[in-house]
């Protein structure tokens, strides 16, 4: 299988906004829920949100109403718009289907939130 790829990290400031893109293959983009997930330092990795093929997302509180997920299907790509981003958002972040593991994991994007 082909491993997704992330990509979109950096360094951001405070209430700044970044936008991650994920590509996955489509065998996989075109059946599973997509989700991403990030790992901060020193902690376990955990579910950002979630998008169904359809394009409903769900999102875990540590981030509703601050993050936004899309798909297009026809590209094989999932978007994560983050705005206001605060320090703990610092993290790797990765994304892979829901539940994790149809797809192999990616290397991930670093997301750093300093001023």
């Known amino acids: 299988q082909v491993p997704v790829v992330e990509s979109g990290g950096g360094l951001v400031q405070p209430g700044g906004s970044l936008r991650l893109s994920c590509a996955a293959s489509s065998d996989v983009f075109r059946i599973y829920y997509m989700a991403w997930y990030r790992q901060a330092p020193g902690k376990e990795r955990e579910l950002v949100g979630r998008i169904n093929v359809g394009g409903t997302a769900h999102y875990g509180d540590s981030v509703k109403g601050r993050v936004s997920i899309s798909r297009d299907n026809t590209a094989n790509t999932m978007w994560l718009q983050m705005n206001n981003l605060i320090p703990e958002d610092t993290a790797v972040y990765y994304c892979?289907?829901?539940?994790?593991?149809?797809?192999?994991w990616g290397p991930g994007t670093q997301v750093t939130v300093s001023s």
């Open positions: 892979n289907t829901f539940p994790a593991g149809s797809s192999p």
